[in-house]
């Protein structure tokens, strides 16, 4: 069964802005939809876009800030109520607009449409090569193949850079492994050789030493700086007392001036003082028990404590010397306590150490076990950890320099072995991409080939057609000779070249009339549309001839008819109005097209249309009239007649008076047809 458009109604899609059905006389093999500019020509055409294609129509042809999905539905009306339906023998198939795009319902079964719009001709006529390919691209090009195309170049130059960085990882290495080998005087009969001899190399032990030295250094670090520390504070502690002695010196030669004081009363007054402030109600003195007025008591011991002001300077003297040397003696404390805990901590790393720089000092480790165990530091194991740190320096100097010789063969080795391995696996990798490489070229070599000659194939077959359908339109004009190709060396890029008159290989766009391209562009679109047709194609041109003459229409109506038979349906919209007239006046195969006419849009009315009536059949109906207008009658019979004539005395090359205005009446047409020629005319009645 045929997939064929029986009808197509329209809810709230794009100028239907009210429900409208349009029936299609599937027994006609051309409907052809008539209306003015503005009447709802490419909605009708949209929406057999948005059911058969799943895309949305003219929408797509132009450039918008917003998605065509956004202005797909009337205005006014709720995205979500658009419905297109479309009723063929196969079925009755649902478009809605859904987030991703149009939905149909059932997904399978509905009519193929190939539909052609003027943009399409220009896209294909005025473009640029790679854009001309695109505009062709649903109809020659192969997805799965270029697809895998694409896949394989994509692997090849993948492959190809792999190949290249793996050359010049190992060259690299190369040259640095030959930089090394030459430092160390060429050992060995390659520098190769020499890199795996050394790569081979027990980094354990250089390891081991390096990791064993460096807690070491670390512990010599914090012994040296805190006897450091602890020498500071003793030596601070010492000038504390010193200074400490000189003034207990000073009082006592304060003292020795004045017989009747000392520091010691000078204490007692100052505490009597303190305690009688603090207890002015007190009746009687503290010490004698006798009574005494308060205020006289502190009065006296004033009087006292003055007199001895020398002295009391140099008693707080006295005090500060003492509490300085205090706070140094407990600092000296803790600074002893931190050296002997870090003197105890290296004499215990070091002890059990394996290092030759440490076992050719020979200490003497039973000595110093009280200070290696012990928990609490005691004054007389400082003297042991200062001896103990003394005998272990020797060694300091012989560990750092052993530890950077040792950290330097390790990083040179790790040096050696990563170029080693870096030229080992990228020389591997680079014989193997090498290969690969040539495999994944050779494969895209052939992929292309087939792919091009496959388009080149189908370019030479619609070339031929396209040439038998453009000779139908533009006989003896000079023009023709359509030749489509490949331009050499690309993906997708379609040159095109005609001939003019004499020349060849011509740009058709540089010598063509826009006519003759209009009429080019749609034989190349009807070719392909015929060299692919399944049987679920149909044809839609949509408003695609504007710029042809009265003898070119004809040609062109007649091309349409003897095509039609090729598809399942052809479906045409122009608002070209001789083309319309042609059909009225029964100047075209009338029996073998439906039209429809479209009539003035609105908002509040949408898209309507009629079915077109022709001249005939208006006459037909004025002489069946109950009440017969005779005027009307021979106004009609007048208007087919001179439709008829028009085209006898074309047809024929009758003589014809020049006129501006190429609308001839019906006495002009009359005197055209000479009385010879008269005579052979006949009247038949089918």
Not at 217 to 224: I, L, N
Request: neutral net charge.
């Amino acid at each position: 069964m045929k997939a064929k458009i029986n009808k197509l109604s329209l809810l709230g899609f794009r100028g239907a802005t009210q429900p409208v059905e349009i029936n299609f006389d599937t027994t006609k093999p051309v409907s052809l939809i008539f209306g003015d500019n503005g009447t709802g020509k490419s909605t009708l055409i949209d929406a057999i876009d948005f059911v058969c294609n799943r895309k949305f129509g003219s929408l797509e042809d132009h450039s918008m800030s917003s998605q065509p999905k956004s202005h797909v539905a009337s205005l006014g009306q709720d995205s979500k109520q658009l419905k297109v339906i479309l009723t063929s023998p196969t079925g009755a198939f649902t478009a809605t607009l859904a987030k991703d795009g149009p939905v149909v319902s059932p997904s399978a079964g509905c009519p193929d449409a190939r539909i052609l719009r003027r943009s399409k001709i220009l896209q294909l006529l005025d473009a640029q090569p790679k854009s001309r390919f695109e505009a062709l691209k649903a109809f020659i090009a192969v997805p799965g193949i270029e697809k895998s195309e694409e896949a394989l170049r994509t692997a090849a130059r993948t492959t190809g850079d792999n190949y290249n960085e793996a050359v010049r990882a190992y060259t690299q290495a190369d040259t640095e492994l030959d930089k090394l080998w030459i430092a160390e005087n060429k050992p060995g009969k390659t520098a190769l050789e020499w890199a795996a001899a050394e790569s081979a190399k027990d980094l354990t032990a250089l390891e081991a030493a390096v990791t064993a030295i460096g807690p070491i250094s670390t512990g010599f670090h914090s012994a040296e700086t805190a006897l450091a520390t602890l020498d500071r504070n003793i030596t601070d502690l010492a000038t504390a007392r010193t200074t400490q002695t000189t003034a207990d010196t000073e009082q006592k030669k304060v003292e020795a001036k004045q017989s009747q004081g000392n520091a010691a009363l000078l204490t007692l007054l100052q505490d009597a003082k303190k305690y009688v402030a603090g207890h002015k109600d007190a009746p009687q003195c503290p010490v004698c028990e006798q009574g005494v007025q308060t205020t006289d008591l502190l009065t006296r011991l004033d009087t006292r404590i003055s007199g001895m002001n020398e002295l009391s300077v140099a008693s707080a003297n006295v005090g500060t010397a003492k509490r300085i040397v205090e706070g140094k003696e407990s600092i000296v404390a803790q600074s002893r306590k931190e050296f002997c805990q870090k003197a105890k901590a290296l004499g215990n790393l070091l002890k059990p150490s394996p290092l030759k720089e440490v076992t050719d000092l020979n200490i003497q480790w039973a000595d110093y076990e009280n200070l290696l165990t012990h928990d609490q530091p005691m004054e007389e194991l400082e003297a042991k950890a200062r001896g103990l740190l003394q005998a272990l320096l020797p060694c300091k100097s012989l560990l750092a320099t052993r530890k950077q010789t040792d950290q330097k063969s390790i990083n040179q080795r790790n040096a050696i072995k990563g170029h080693y391995d870096t030229h080992t696996e990228k020389l591997k990798s680079a014989k193997s991409l090498e290969g690969l490489s040539q495999q994944l070229t050779n494969a895209l070599d052939i992929v292309s080939q087939q792919r091009k000659a496959f388009v080149e194939g189908v370019l030479e077959a619609i070339s031929g057609e396209v040439e038998k359908l453009y000779t139908k339109l533009h006989p003896n004009e000079g023009i023709g000779g359509i030749r489509f190709y490949l331009k050499p060396n690309t993906i997708g890029s379609l040159e095109f070249d005609a001939q003019f008159q004499t020349e060849s290989e011509v740009p058709p766009q540089a010598y063509y009339s826009e006519s003759h391209l209009d009429t080019l562009g749609i034989c190349v679109f009807l070719a392909l549309a015929k060299h692919f047709m399944t049987d679920n194609t149909i044809i839609v041109l949509d408003d695609v001839v504007t710029s042809v003459d009265g003898p070119h229409l004809d040609r062109f109506m007649a091309l349409l008819h003897d095509e039609a038979p090729n598809f399942n349906q052809v479906i045409v919209s122009t608002h070209y109005r001789p083309w319309k007239d042609r059909y009225r006046n029964a100047r075209g195969p009338a029996s073998k097209t439906q039209v429809i006419e479209l009539r003035f849009w609105s908002m509040e009315g949408g898209v309507q249309s009629d079915e077109a009536v022709t001249a005939i059949k208006e006459l037909r109906a004025s002489l069946a009239a109950a009440k017969m207008d005779r005027q009307t009658v021979a106004s009609k019979a007048g208007i087919q007649l001179e439709s008829l004539l028009d085209f006898i005395t074309y047809h024929y090359g009758c003589k014809m008076a020049r006129q501006i205005e190429p609308n001839y009446t019906l006495g002009a047409l009359a005197i055209a047809i000479e009385p010879k020629f008269a005579k052979l005319l006949k009247t038949l009645r089918p």
